[in-house]
């Protein structure tokens, strides 16, 4: 029976057979029976109409030649089934070696099988033998083609894929040089995509080969993934900042064959990333470290010095008269001023030392590595230097000071915690001292602090506790002696320390957050007083109140003076408003906006210590000012100062051109009486006519005068 007559009457057994030994090939272990049998009846079927078609000569000398068949019937066919399978082997996943496999195990059962058929083998048979393994050849010819046009085209898909984008993908073999890489590397480092097989990294230039190389044997040793990011800044290409991840591929055997790789460009997200950075350790204004990274800072170099014995010092520097001077000019004055000042300070230290701007007008210096302990007085003094040389702003001239606090590490404390508060110590020591100034931290500043802190605390309290009383100075009317207002000034009467002046808790008070709740508390006393006054001279009497500046910027929240006194049917002219030359002429917008209010309310406002200022006369003309109360300093020595008698005498004569009544402080002897008479002074105060008195004893000293 010819071989192709033998094919189509046993076709099914020769598949089964064919089975039987394909299921041996790898790769073939996941396939299920179809898959497996997928092409073999077809491929059988075209091959057994092929043998039983006539072979003509040219086709015999076509073979022979190695070209495979002519073109004949059943060529295409053949080629056409080859093709399919090794499509769907490839797709399965299949290596060309496993497909080659599984046509030769077909070859072998077709044989096999004739080989044990009954009938004898003739030369026709022979020639059925031949072409036989010639269709078998041209089907695996064509299939291996087609799977390596599949192959082909997924590989170029895939580089299509790894090159589409701007991300960098690679692979070296273990010597370190590239198997493959994208188009977007090669475009990196100007380099045809071809051209990058077989080089090194030093061969195309990178600027960090050691360091990615190293990373290289790392992940072949380890054998495990690794992540890192490197920095491309060789001349001629656009510095860059990479994230690569290095993956080794293992074989069969669990050897790393290969490393893939792949890179992306994170040079935006790294500026971003140093923006935040620098703007969550760095001064906006002044360039200089902010708290954040002065912390850090003072951490590290306190860690060193307790671990070397080297000292270091610690300066607080607060910049005196700044607040006076940002209300006068402005918030870009202020922040002009802040610039300048930072860079004289900063000019004074060296490079290894840290300038922080804490906030506001407050810095720090970190002196490192301190073998000299002049070194540090030296710097202070020299920033002091700086900071008291004039500051040329927005076409005005500022002066201003520092008051520095110093602390020496490890002497002084270790801690960052202990640092800090050592310096702000010695500071506040050379504030209370007037400033302009330094100090070195020791322990009986520490007690001193300790006591402030103790009085600060004490006079959150002093308000609830009721300790706070108001005595009243009367104001006499040089004209005819009569009792014309009164002043209130207050008192803290503390349980051990006894009756506190202002000027000892004052400051104290606006420290501590409460010198508006107190200075409210006085309005109420003293307008429940005026109230009662008034009704004992049958008119309104008035009385005035001591503010600072400060106390007007939050008067909306706190108080409305006038809508107090309206609440109580109280005159406008009931309280008048006393602050100082120099706090008014440098008060805030806002500040000044609230002191016009309250003028026009009705409400009259006085200027006491009037001649100590630094304001120009020529301010007075532009004021809303009812009063000018001259500073006892001149009434003191007008008696026996011809000049303090003059400045008195100009004061007043001053006041009445401007429609002002003038008021004398201090006045303790007749002979003074007497002058500020002759001078035409409106008003006085002082010992001469009575000590401030409670309100009781004033009442008393009120209803004898109305009386008489």
Partial sequence: MPLGEFILANMKLIVQEWQDHARHVDDTDNLNLEELQDHAVELLTVIAKDLASLQTTDEEITKSTGQGTSPGPHSSALDSVSSKHSQLRFEFGFSIEAMVSEYRALRASVLRLWNHSTHTKSVADLEDIIRFN?????????????????????????????????????????????????KSLATRFNIAQQEMVGKSLDDIGFSHADEVRQQIAHAISTRQQLRAEVLDEAPGRERAHFEYILTPVLNQHGLVEAIIGYSRDITERKAIEDEIWQKANYDT??????????????????KHCERTGVAMALLFIDLDNFKEANDALGHDAGDLLLLQAAERIRSCTREADTVARLGGDE???????????????????????????PFYILQEVIHISGSIGITVCPQDGITPEQLIRNADQAMYVVKKAGRKGYRFFSREMQEAVGAHIKLMSELRQALHRRQFVIHYQPIIELSNGHVHKAEALLRWQHPQQGMLLPESFVGLA??????????????????????????????????????????FSSMPEDMNWHAYLNKFDLHSSSLSIEITEDAYVNACSSSMDKLTSLHAAGIELMIHHFGTGHAPISWLNQCNIDYLKIDQSFVHEMVCDTGCRAIAETIIVMAHKLGI????????????????????????QGFLFSKPLPAEQFTALLAADTAA
């Fill in 285 to 302: 204004l002044t360039g200089l470290p902010n708290r954040r990274l002065f912390r850090d800072r003072l951490e590290q170099e306190s």
């Fill in 134 to 182: 010639e269709s078998i050849d041209q089907a695996i010819v064509a299939a291996v083609a087609s799977y390596s046009a599949a192959k082909e085209q997924r590989v170029r898909l895939l580089d299509m894929i790894l090159s589409s984008g701007p991300d960098h993908a690679y692979i070296f073999s273990l010597d370190g040089r590239f198997i493959y890489a994208n």
């Fill in 363 to 389: 810095f720090t210096v970190i002196l490192t590595d301190i073998h000299d302990p002049d070194h540090v007085h030296r710097i202070a003094k020299k920033i002091l230097q700086g900071l008291a040389s």
């Fill in 510 to 551: 606006e420290e501590a957050g409460v010198l508006n709740k107190i200075g409210n508390w006085v309005l109420r006393e003293a307008a429940r007083h005026s109230r009662h006054w008034s009704t004992i001279v049958n008119a309104p009497f008035q009385v005035s109140v001591n503010q600072s500046a400060l106390q």
């Fill in 661 to 684: 009544k003038a008021i004398a402080e201090g006045v303790e002897t007749p002979e003074q009486k007497h002058q500020l008479q002759a001078a035409g002074c409106d008003y006085a």
